[in-house]
T-cell receptor, first 115, second 118 residues
Framework: DAKTTQPNSMESNEEEPVHLPCNHSTISGTDYIHWYRQLPSQGPEYVIHGLTSNVNNRMASLAIAEDRKSSTLILHRATLRDAAVYYCILRGYAYSGAGSYQLTFGKGTKLSVIP | DGGITQSPKYLFRKEGQNVTLSCEQNLNHDAMYWYRQDPGQGLRLIYYSQIVNDFQKGDIAEGYSVSREKKESFPLTVTSAQKNPTAFYLC?????????????????FGAGSRLTVL
């Protein structure tokens, strides 16, 4: 499986932008880059995903390096509600007989937001 | 509202007992997944199913069993063979589109079930 590497933790001041990095040097051409976040004792929620081009939605922006070996999740103005564990995962198609999806979640980055 | 419902939210089990965790979705998704999460750790895939009456083992399937008799339902049984079953269990689902574009499919997660073995 293609793996991702993220810092264990990061801090941000409230109302300031946050850049969460993710390295994925073994990414394949069909792998999409997904970001999810998880609040304590809750299920993860989808944040954003992309393949090659930078992406924006109401929650965040995703900046993808030209060689696709790294990406950055950008929260434009951190709020206390953004304090969570952020997971960067690669989601692609891996053929295995009947066809299968490879989904690997690492430990993610724990984001703390300081009031 | 469409979503995934997991029950029970909290469950206590005595050693040697089997327990079944429920997962129901009304999103009309074909694919469903079960993950296990231990404190301070990431998610590990137990089983997944892409279509009714078919499922595949994930990374840590030993001691678990699943069934997929209906599109909406994907129950997980934690058997007595699972050595350390105390954990947070998460169910997820996603659409199943063309295989080459399947990496774009977004996962929707349930709120989780916390199992404690006494």
């Amino acid at each position: 499986d293609a793996k991702t590497t993220q810092p264990n933790s990061m801090e941000s001041n409230e109302e300031e932008p946050v850049h969460l990095p993710c390295n994925h040097s073994t990414i394949s051409g069909t792998d999409y880059i997904h970001w999810y976040r998880q609040l304590p004792s809750q299920g993860p929620e989808y944040v954003i995903h992309g393949l090659t081009s930078n992406v924006n939605n109401r929650m965040a922006s995703l900046a993808i390096a030209e060689d696709r070996k790294s990406s950055t999740l950008i929260l434009h103005r951190a709020t206390l509600r953004d304090a969570a564990v952020y997971y960067c995962i690669l989601r692609g198609y891996a053929y295995s007989g009947a066809g299968s999806y490879q989904l690997t979640f690492g430990k993610g980055t724990k984001l703390s937001v300081i009031p | 509202d469409g979503g995934i419902t997991q029950s029970p939210k909290y469950l206590f089990r005595k050693e040697g007992q089997n327990v079944t965790l429920s997962c129901e979705q009304n999103l009309n998704h074909d694919a469903m997944y079960w993950y296990r999460q231990d404190p301070g750790q990431g998610l590990r895939l137990i089983y997944y199913s892409q279509i009714v009456n078919d499922f595949q083992k994930g990374d840590i399937a030993e001691g678990y069993s699943v069934s997929r008799e209906k599109k909406e339902s994907f129950p997980l049984t934690v058997t007595s063979a699972q050595k350390n079953p105390t954990a947070f269990y998460l169910c997820a689902s996603s659409p199943r589109t063309g295989q080459l574009s399947s990496g774009a499919n977004v996962l929707t997660f349930g709120a989780g079930s916390r199992l404690t073995v006494l």
